[in-house]
């Protein structure tokens, strides 16, 4: 389907942020979604502090499910603070006590310097689940754009070290193909849609993402392991370049017998749940994660 009308006119009025990318700013804390609790505290890393936040909800109830949310930004410019509403609706509308993780950016911080933090918060949150009013069964991980490649990668490691066992992943249009290629990328939607429509890959940090020979691309992941990953949710956008991969990581996982829920935002883009707040693909996104998080 064509472009939202919305999102072309944006464009069109904003004609920079085709490729510089949307800027965005939170509102107000007093207009931002109402939780019970939010939290700012770190935890242990051998030398180091991990700063993470944590949201409650208002649900009075015996034990909380965990998200641990790894944010977006192309690994370069995202923090706890610009996806501080993500996580309130998240919290707010499935009941979740999610834990956003502020993990060390590229390029200062290279491979696998964000990944080693998303592990090793996943794993404190497993370990300490009952402090955290949950159940260590009952963790699930999840994140936009290079967030949800960061989750994968936590869900296949712990499934290699067999360190803890996930519910469920959450990728919203995750980075899958770990290289900045364009016109030599087999996906047609890179060739489309870069810095068409507020991302450019050949500005991020991708490729600084992983230690390759410690965590490779998911789409090289052995189907024995791919076989054993948690119950996964995708969400790909027509007019985002990273559609195309996103889709494919949805095909693989089904071929190894994975429960996924793949959904296409037609008409939409990259970021569209960080963007464009009262669009009904933004509320649409956040209501099904809810439900999906919420399902057996």
Not at 49 to 57: A, D, E, L
Not at 202 to 219: G, W
């Amino acid at each position: 389907m064509p472009l939202h009308h919305y999102i072309e006119q944006y464009f069109q009025q904003h004609f920079e942020t085709r490729s510089k990318g949307i800027p965005y700013e939170n509102p107000p804390l007093e207009k931002r979604p109402k939780v019970l609790e939010v939290e700012d505290r770190t935890i242990d890393a051998n030398s180091r502090q991990i700063p993470i936040r944590i949201y409650t909800p208002d649900d009075q109830v015996q034990y909380y499910p965990l998200f641990v949310f790894f944010h977006g930004g192309e690994l370069t410019n995202g923090s706890i603070e610009s996806h501080d509403v993500s996580c309130r609706l998240l919290c707010q509308l499935s009941g979740y006590k999610v834990i956003s993780v502020d993990y060390r950016l590229t390029p200062d911080h290279p491979a696998p310097a964000a990944f080693q933090d998303c592990y090793t918060v996943t794993k404190w949150v497993v370990l300490h689940a009952s402090e955290l009013n949950g159940r260590s069964e009952d963790v699930v991980v999840g994140g936009p754009s290079a967030g949800g490649s960061l989750a994968t990668a936590v869900a296949i490691k712990s499934i290699v070290t067999g360190d803890f066992q996930l519910a469920k992943q959450v990728l919203h249009y995750p980075m899958i193909e770990l290289d900045v290629k364009i016109k030599e990328s087999p996906y047609q939607s890179r060739d489309l849609y870069n810095a068409k429509y507020g991302t450019d890959i050949t500005k991020s940090q991708v490729e600084l993402l992983y230690d390759e020979k410690r965590n490779p691309s998911p789409l090289l992941v052995a189907e024995e392991i791919l076989s054993k990953m948690p119950k996964t949710l995708i969400f790909t956008a027509e007019y985002d370049p990273l559609c195309d991969e996103g889709e494919l990581y949805a095909e693989k996982l089904k071929e190894a017998g994975v429960d996924v829920k793949l959904v296409r935002f037609d008409g939409g883009i990259h970021g569209f749940m960080q963007n464009f707040p009262g669009s009904p693909d933004y509320m649409r996104g956040y209501d099904i994660t809810s439900e999906f998080l919420i399902e057996d």
